[in-house]
């Protein structure tokens, strides 16, 4: 941990050649914009394609109606995510990512795999039948899972700085799902739009109508719950250290395959009878998810006590003004400092706190990885950077960040002593010093003390 002196460290060289040596080029498939672009390509492409093969299965009307219809849920599960995402927030690039792979790459996986798959059954079986259900219930949940589960993959891989624990899995995870359950949504309302147009269905009896029932209202969580059991995989992979191997491919996979299970469970529930499905959401699907919402919030207060613990040291070395790691392991009180910030200073000092809020909580995760042996080489390098950020922003936070502790901080309970204290004001009641006589006693005799009166 950095415990010298509180100043910045001296700049990398602007050509990003190593201090100890000269730059050693990478290969041109290496370099950030060859990737970036390839990626973007790739998801656009995806795109297209699937808004093709979306479009003519439901007609250009269908299509509309089932894309307005889908939109609905997802705002709500974006911020529901970006909501737990809040103490440590992530960089935006990693949820349009994750989003865009759902809706695009995986959605197209999943189409052509399982129409492969189903057709596949049938021709072998002769049974279209038994195809349907064996695709829905076997071979949906494993290509599903498996598509979703390759967005957390990239992130976890190419992403290792942004992805240090579970909430990150999770959130990288849900958005996933959330963009994948976008596409399905307009698949499935855009049929059922088409299916109402032929049959003259209107109102709350039409297909649509029920469609929009179970997966809009009663079931927008189904997909983001599942794919979320591979993203706690992979959080928990992330808190391992490096020499547990073991460890890094196990839990991913264990929950790869519980999500793939609690899928297989969801699309077999109409198999179960005539109330199968309302069984299984209410015995099984409710009771997860509540499991996993508290199991989400709690590990989010466990960071902000991760916070509030390892900081203090750099409060100590100086680096940090004694308030604020109390502050930082607070979010009404980073709230209070934003608001603080914005009011005396505009929105580019609010901003400001923002940043070196999240960066300061960057460096609690760090140095507590650091001190159960989990960083990784670049530890050092790791600290200078995240100290520099904040060092550049200290002006704006940190009067913020000492009048949100200020008012956040807990009463601290003044008990008046037993015995009569003369010449100081306000020990004795509403008389104060007004209530005093010419050598400092008060009017009303002090009452004697009884220890054994509680």
């Known amino acids: 941990?950095?415990?010298?002196?509180?100043?910045?460290?001296?700049?990398?060289?602007?050509?990003?050649?190593?201090?100890?040596?000269?730059?050693?080029?990478?290969?041109?498939?290496?370099?950030?914009?060859?990737?970036?672009?390839?990626?973007?390509?790739?998801?656009?492409?995806?795109?297209?394609?699937?808004?093709?093969?979306?479009?003519?299965?439901?007609?250009?009307?269908?299509?509309?109606?089932?894309?307005?219809?889908?939109?609905?849920?997802?705002?709500?599960?974006?911020?529901?995510?970006?909501?737990?995402?809040?103490?440590?927030?992530?960089?935006?690039?990693?949820?349009?990512?994750?989003?865009?792979?759902?809706?695009?790459?995986?959605?197209?996986?999943?189409?052509?795999?399982?129409?492969?798959?189903?057709?596949?059954?049938?021709?072998?079986?002769?049974?279209?039948?038994?195809?349907?259900?064996?695709?829905?219930?076997?071979?949906?949940?494993?290509?599903?899972?498996?598509?979703?589960?390759?967005?957390?993959?990239?992130?976890?891989?190419?992403?290792?700085?942004?992805?240090?624990?579970?909430?990150?899995?999770?959130?990288?995870?849900?958005?996933?799902?959330?963009?994948?359950?976008?596409?399905?949504?307009?698949?499935?309302?855009?049929?059922?739009?088409?299916?109402?147009?032929?049959?003259?269905?209107?109102?709350?009896?039409?297909?649509?109508?029920a469609t929009f029932f179970v997966r809009i209202v009663m079931s927008p969580f189904a997909h983001p719950l599942f794919t979320v059991l591979t993203g706690i995989g992979f959080g928990i992979a992330a808190l391992s250290a490096h020499r547990r191997q073991l460890r890094r491919i196990v839990f991913p996979l264990g929950g790869l395959l519980l999500a793939m299970g609690m899928h297989a469970m969801w699309n077999g529930s109409s198999a179960f009878g005539e109330y199968g499905f309302f069984a299984v959401y209410a015995a099984f699907m409710v009771p997860v998810f509540g499991l996993l919402t508290w199991l989400v919030i709690w590990t989010r207060q466990r960071e902000l006590t991760t916070v509030r613990t390892e900081l203090p040291a750099y409060a100590v070395a100086g680096w940090l003004t004694p308030a604020e790691p109390y502050a930082l392991g607070s979010m009404r009180a980073r709230r209070i400092a934003r608001q603080y910030a914005r009011r005396h200073a505009g929105k580019a000092a609010a901003r400001q706190v923002a940043q070196y809020e999240a960066y300061a909580t960057s460096l609690a995760f760090l140095r507590h990885r650091g001190r159960l042996g989990r960083a990784g080489a670049d530890f050092v390098v790791r600290e200078r950077e995240l100290l520099n950020e904040l060092w550049r922003r200290r002006e704006a936070a940190r009067p913020a960040l000492d009048h949100a502790?200020?008012?956040?901080?807990?009463?601290?309970?003044?008990?008046?002593?037993?015995?009569?204290?003369?010449?100081?004001?306000?020990?004795?009641?509403?008389?104060?010093?007004?209530?005093?006589?010419?050598?400092?006693?008060?009017?009303?005799?002090?009452?004697?003390?009884?220890?054994?009166?509680?």
Not at 42 to 61: D, F, M, W
Not at 118 to 137: K, V
Not at 426 to 444: C, L, V
């Open 405 to 454: 502790a200020r008012v956040t901080a807990p009463p601290v309970p003044v008990a008046a002593p037993p015995w009569p204290v003369h010449g100081m004001h306000g020990m004795y009641g509403a008389h104060g010093a007004h209530g005093m006589h010419g050598h400092g006693h008060p009017q009303t005799p002090y009452p004697a003390w009884n220890p054994y009166r509680s």
């Open 1 to 209: 941990m950095a415990t010298c002196p509180p100043q910045p460290y001296p700049a990398a060289p602007a050509d990003g050649a190593p201090v100890g040596g000269p730059l050693r080029h990478a290969h041109w498939w290496q370099r950030p914009w060859v990737r970036y672009g390839g990626l973007t390509t790739l998801l656009a492409l995806s795109g297209l394609v699937i808004l093709a093969l979306v479009r003519e299965e439901t007609g250009t009307e269908g299509f509309l109606v089932g894309l307005g219809l889908a939109l609905l849920p997802v705002p709500l599960l974006v911020a529901s995510f970006r909501w737990l995402d809040r103490v440590e927030p992530g960089p935006w690039r990693n949820l349009v990512f994750s989003f865009a792979w759902g809706a695009c790459a995986a959605a197209l996986i999943a189409i052509v795999a399982n129409s492969f798959a189903t057709r596949w059954i049938a021709t072998a079986t002769a049974d279209p039948a038994g195809a349907d259900t064996l695709g829905a219930t076997v071979i949906a949940p494993v290509v599903e899972e498996s598509a979703k589960a390759a967005a957390v993959l990239l992130v976890f891989l190419f992403r290792r700085r942004d992805f240090t624990g579970i909430v990150d899995g999770v959130v990288i995870a849900g958005v996933t799902a959330t963009g994948f359950a976008f596409t399905e949504n307009i698949l499935y309302l855009g049929t059922a739009f088409g299916t109402d147009q032929l049959t003259g269905g209107t109102g709350i009896a039409s297909v649509t109508a």
